[in-house]
């Protein structure tokens, strides 16, 4: 464990927690959102672009440093003095601003062969040419690249592997816990693996699988049941349903319902959650399915159910949106 050192003057040695304007200044490290991600899978399906994968290797190390930052001496390393401490030169994993520093580097480095980040999604770059283009899109330490410069796509692979520890991963399979199975003109996206996973957490691979997400006429607001001892357990498993939502539009509306009363829940609400997993179990591969429509046109639906909260009365609205013919964002919120 890495414990900092405050050797300010006049205060003495003493171990404390990274305080926020001392220790570090900033720690926010943008990353790509999922919208980007499935809008590019959604644009190299309908242009016919490849889609490979990259994992950088220790993103978190040997990184620049820009705070000074001091550390008690790691277990097994013996110093002429127990009472010297350590003074970092780069950033080591623990550290909160180890994110930060790591986007920065990766920043300047794809940007100095011409890549420019997009305005919508900061961790979304672009090479444009006369008569190509590259796009690259990085999650913390994975990169999604595609493009119709095949030979750029190669030089920006190789470049970056010369200033990073890159480990080329090939065609995208399994990206962010996300399985996306090519076929000759479509690829679906699905979270399979990870649905199983959670089924496995919760016990729930043997229940009897349901055909709705949540029973119909259902009233979460006005039960009168025990609050459940265990808070943290309910909010945990809403978390994880909330991941699954990237490919399973279909139960964004009732997970919306359910996160809404993460602050007090009964044992009703963990009976809704309970009935959200059987009808996973029943569509455990289901997914998107990304189809060659041959044109990047944008269509977009709303909808809103006026007055649908029984509690407050307040409205619920939903949108989707298509490109190039495939849903690639959607939400349901209050």
């Not at 996300?178 to 979270?191: F, P």
């Amino acid at each position: 464990m890495v414990l900092w050192i405050d050797i300010r003057p006049g205060l003495g040695p003493r171990v404390i927690l990274k305080t926020y304007g001392i220790d570090y200044f900033e720690m926010f490290s943008p990353f790509a959102s999922m919208n980007s991600i499935r809008i590019l899978f959604s644009i190299a399906v309908n242009l016919s672009w490849p889609l490979f994968q990259l994992d950088v290797k220790n993103a978190f190390l040997r990184r620049d440093l820009q705070e000074e930052v001091y550390m008690e001496q790691p277990p097994g390393y013996v110093a002429q003095e127990e009472t010297k401490v350590c003074h970092l030169n780069k950033v080591i994993y623990g550290l909160k601003q180890s994110p930060r520093v790591w986007f920065k580097k990766f920043s300047l480095t794809i940007s100095s062969i011409d890549f420019r980040r997009c305005h919508s999604d900061h961790s979304v770059f672009v090479r444009h040419t006369r008569s190509s283009i590259v796009v690259l899109a990085v999650y913390v330490d994975d990169i999604l690249l595609t493009g119709s410069d095949s030979a750029g796509i190669v030089k920006t692979k190789m470049y970056l592997k010369r200033h990073f520890m890159t480990k080329d991963m090939g065609h995208s399979k399994y990206f962010l816990r996300i399985e996306d199975a090519h076929h000759k003109h479509s690829v679906l996206l699905s979270q399979r693996k990870y649905a199983i996973d959670l089924l496995e957490e919760t016990r729930s691979l043997g229940c009897k699988p349901a055909n709705t997400p949540m029973e119909a006429n259902v009233n979460l607001w006005f039960d009168d049941s025990h609050t459940l001892n265990d808070p943290g357990r309910y909010m945990r498993l809403i978390e994880k349903l909330i991941y699954l939502t990237v490919t399973r539009p279909n139960i964004t509306f009732v997970v919306g319902i359910l996160s809404r009363i993460m602050h007090q829940p009964k044992e009703t609400d963990w009976l809704a959650v309970m009935r959200v997993l059987t009808y996973i179990k029943s569509y455990s591969g289901k997914g998107l399915v990304y189809r060659k429509h041959g044109h990047k046109h944008i269509s977009e639906y709303s909808d809103s159910g006026y007055a649908g909260d029984r509690g407050d009365r307040k409205s619920t609205t939903g949108y989707c949106t298509f490109i190039g013919g495939n849903l690639v964002t959607w939400k349901s919120k209050k």
